[in-house]
C-alpha cells in the first residue's frame, strides 16, 4: 500500500470506505478485518466507531468454535495488551488464547501467548515447557491466509485508487492480491520476539534443557510454518540455538531462493491475470505460502531450489504474508 505523504488523505478515505464495507457485514470475520483498520480510520470516521478491541471481542463471542477468529484476537489483541509490559492477561485476550488452544493444539503457533505468559514469570522452567509444548507440536501454520482470502471480496468490491499505484499495467486481481497482504503484514513481531527472547544470542546462559527446546522449535517452525515471515524466525533459531552451520546454511538459503525468486516471478505475472488465478488458487489450496511459491516457480521453469554458487546478495524479497 503507497505510503508517500501526497497520498496520505486518500488513503484514509479508501481506508475508510472499506471500513465501512466490513462493518455493514457484521460477520465475526468481516469484523476482526474492521478492527485491524479501525487506528487507521480518519478523526470523523473515528470518533463514532467502535474500538480496536470492542469489534474483535464481539467476533470472538460470536464465533466461539471458528479458529481463525480466536487466533486473531489472541495474537492481535495480546500483541496490544499482554506485551505491554508487566500486566495480567486481559480476560478477553485469555478466552481466545484458551479456545485456540482447545480447537487447535497441535499447531504450534498456538502457543504463543502461553509462551508469552511465561516469559512474563521469567521462570526458565515455565519458559522451557512452554517451548518443549511448542516442539512436541505438529504444525505450525498460522491463519494469515485465511485472512488474505477473506479480505480479497472486499478489495474487489471497493477497489484500491489506480491513481496511486506506480504499474497502470498492473490487473485488477494482482492488485487486490497485493492490498490483501499488505494489510495482512501485521507480523505479531512482540509475539514471535518471544521465541527469539526465550533463545537468546548469547545461548550458553539458559539451561540446557531451554537450549535443547529452543534447537527443537527452531527445527518446527524452520520446516513446518505456512509463512516466508515464520520460517525466517525458525531460521534464526537455529543460528542462535547451536545448530551445525551446514543445518543453518542450508535452510537460510532455501528460504532467500524461494522469496526473491517468487518476488520476481510475482512480479513478471502482475499482468496475466490467469496467473494470478493460479497462484491465489494454490494458496488456498496448500494453505502454505511456500509451497504457492513453489508451484509458482514450477510453472515458470524455476527450481524449487537454488544452485550451489547462488548467493542471496541484496536482491529485492516478498513483501510476503505476515502472521
Not at 130 to 135: D, G, S, T, V, W
Not at 261 to 275: R, Y
Request: hydrophobic fraction near 45%; aromatic fraction near 4%.
Amino acid at each position: 500500500m503507497p505510503a508517500k505523504p501526497s497520498v496520505a488523505v486518500p488513503l484514509q478515505q479508501y481506508l475508510g470506505r472499506v471500513f465501512e464495507a466490513l462493518v455493514a457485514r457484521n460477520t465475526p470475520r468481516a469484523l476482526i478485518l474492521a478492527s485491524t483498520l479501525r487506528d487507521k480510520l480518519g478523526s470523523d470516521l473515528a470518533t463514532n466507531a467502535s474500538s480496536q478491541a470492542e469489534l474483535a471481542l464481539l467476533a470472538m463471542q460470536r464465533a466461539p468454535t471458528d479458529v481463525v477468529v480466536q487466533w486473531h484476537v489472541a495474537m492481535e489483541l495480546g500483541e496490544v495488551t499482554l506485551l505491554a509490559v508487566e500486566r495480567p492477561l486481559p480476560a478477553g485476550v485469555s478466552d481466545a488464547a484458551t479456545r485456540l488452544l482447545e480447537i487447535d493444539s497441535d499447531n504450534g503457533v498456538s502457543w504463543l501467548v502461553p509462551l508469552a505468559v511465561a516469559w512474563q514469570s521469567k521462570k526458565d522452567d515455565d519458559i522451557s515447557a512452554m517451548l518443549e509444548k511448542i516442539a512436541s507440536t505438529k504444525r505450525y501454520e498460522d491463519y494469515s491466509i485465511d485472512l488474505v482470502f477473506e479480505w480479497l471480496p472486499v478489495l474487489r468490491a471497493e477497489p484500491f485508487p489506480r491513481q496511486d499505484l506506480p504499474a497502470a499495467a498492473v490487473s485488477d486481481e494482482a492488485i487486490a492480491l497485493l492490498a490483501a497482504e499488505a494489510l495482512m503484514w501485521n507480523p505479531k513481531m512482540h509475539l514471535r520476539q518471544h521465541l527469539l527472547d526465550a533463545c537468546p544470542p548469547d545461548i550458553q546462559s539458559i539451561s540446557t534443557r531451554r537450549r535443547d527446546a529452543c534447537l527443537s522449535v527452531g527445527r518446527l517452525v524452520s520446516s513446518k510454518a505456512n509463512t516466508l515471515a515464520n520460517r525466517r524466525v525458525g531460521i534464526e533459531l537455529l543460528h542462535v540455538a547451536g545448530s551445525d552451520d551446514a543445518e543453518y546454511l542450508g535452510a537460510r538459503r532455501e528460504l532467500d531462493w524461494l522469496d526473491i525468486q517468487g518476488a520476481k516471478a510475482l512480479d513478471s505475472v502482475a499482468d496475466d491475470l490467469a496467473a494470478i488465478q493460479r497462484f491465489e488458487a494454490d494458496l488456498r489450496d496448500t494453505h502454505s505460502e511456500i509451497e504457492a511459491v513453489r508451484r509458482l516457480l514450477a510453472r515458470r521453469g524455476i527450481a524449487p531450489s537454488p544452485p550451489d554458487d547462488w548467493q542471496a546478495g541484496q536482491q529485492a524479497r516478498m513483501p510476503g504474508i505476515g502472521g
